[in-house]
């Protein structure tokens, strides 16, 4: 054999055992005799692999309940152990800093809530080193046995090179991060767009399969929507895709504070534009509900928002019912040009019942080609922990699936 040929056999090799390892994860529990059937590959190559696994630890097998159709051996399943490796997972937000350790399946063996990071970049990788080894002494976890972290920034970022192109503070820009934690931690770092990695967060550790194809619609402070493309995230040239907050959606609308530009959905749709609404509605006394529950000389949250807004506040109501609209508007124009399957919804605001069904009845009345029952939208219950878990999952899918 020669050398090239070597080196093209261990690639098939490993490929085949990766092709397994993601039939296993994506759909177990499964058999030997089903691998085959997904893969086409033979039953030997099947089980060799499966025992190497098996040997590793990284995969579980038990017989399947109830007695075999046959009345012979039951069948044997085949399973990831949750708990052979971990990941850490870090949401650097506007408001806060989310920390979790999870299994391979997505379970949070330990979390952590803190402050917003600091906007001087040096304290903030400190603080991220330093909560890191603090949630990983709290798991109980040996750190040989974590994979790595993932940690997702709200922003323009530049994931390959590890650099932080753009945020919301000034000093983290242009900043080599990845390289910077994993020297401070001596463990392998992977940073990317926050919004992408919750979905990376809804494919792997998701209730319910997901479509190998979505679209994963984020409002927050800034509006995202990465599409999950065949179980890849479309990143685009420099890592830029999936910026909707800066599409334009009303060209002599106000400025967005992010971009300078005018007529940003951001501007009119993004938490901050509800807020500063919020805000203005409240100092020009027209917002009673919202007076009520705001401390005199205190800005309004989302929360306090959304509350007014449950109590039938005017003009609390008249603000989210445009803001809503707008976003509606957007996902309606991304199932008119993409035709997700599915389109996931992440937002505080949709706690809401009627902010949800506002926004489903602004794109069903916005379609073009699509009935309203060919269009799937899924909103997902609000967790603090979403993005966190997030990056968690991407950094599992690189290390055991990719």
């Known amino acids: 054999m020669t050398k090239g040929e070597g080196i093209s056999l261990l690639g098939v090799k490993e490929r085949n055992r990766q092709q397994i390892k993601r039939v296993i994860y994506r759909q177990a529990p499964v058999t030997r005799q089903h691998i085959t059937d997904e893969l086409g590959l033979s039953l030997p190559t099947i089980t060799t692999n499966v025992a190497q696994m098996l040997g590793e630890g990284l995969l579980v097998e038990y017989a399947a309940p109830g007695r075999s159709p046959t009345g012979g051996r039951r069948l044997q399943l085949l399973d990831f152990n949750a708990a052979a490796r971990y990941a850490v ?11 979790c350790l999870t299994d391979l399946r997505g379970r949070v063996c330990a979390s952590l809530a803190l402050e917003a990071a600091s906007p001087q970049y040096l304290e903030m990788t400190a603080f991220v080193a330093q909560s890191v080894r603090e949630l990983v002494q709290r798991s109980g976890i040996r750190e040989e046995r974590l994979f790595g972290v993932g940690v997702g920034i709200p922003g323009f970022i530049e994931y390959q090179e590890g650099v932080i192109r753009t945020a919301f503070h000034s000093d983290w820009m242009g900043r080599p991060f990845v390289q910077d934690l994993s020297s401070l931690l001596s463990l392998p770092v992977w940073i990317d767009n926050n919004a992408r990695m919750r979905a990376f967060g809804r494919e792997m550790f998701g209730s319910g399969a997901a479509p190998d194809t979505f679209a994963y619609f984020l409002v927050s402070k800034g509006l995202a929507c990465p599409l999950m493309i065949k179980n890849n995230v479309l990143a685009g040239h420099k890592a830029s895709a999936g910026e909707v907050g800066h599409t334009t959606i009303l060209p002599d609308g106000p400025l967005c504070p992010t971009c300078g530009r005018r007529g940003c959905l951001e501007a009119v749709a993004g938490e901050s534009a509800i807020l500063s609404a919020a805000a203005k509605a409240l100092a020009q006394g027209n917002a ?43 996902v309606a124009n991304i199932f008119n040009f993409i035709s997700p399957s599915l389109v996931v919804v992440d937002g505080y605001i949709f706690q809401l019942e009627e902010n949800r069904r506002r926004l489903q009845e602004t794109v069903q009345g916005n379609l073009y080609g699509l009935m309203a029952r060919e269009t799937n939208i899924e909103f997902l219950p609000y967790d603090r922990l979403t993005g966190a878990l997030g990056a968690a999952a991407f950094v599992v899918r690189r290390c055991l699936l990719d």
């Open 89 to 99: 997972g870090v949401e650097l937000g506007p408001y806060q800093t989310l920390f």
């Open 288 to 330: 009673p509900c919202l007076a009520a529950l705001v401390p005199p000389g205190e800005a309004p949250d989302t929360a306090r928002v959304l509350e007014a807004q449950r109590q039938g506040d005017p003009a609390i109501g008249s603000i989210m019912e445009k803001a809503v609209e707008y976003l509606g508007l957007e």
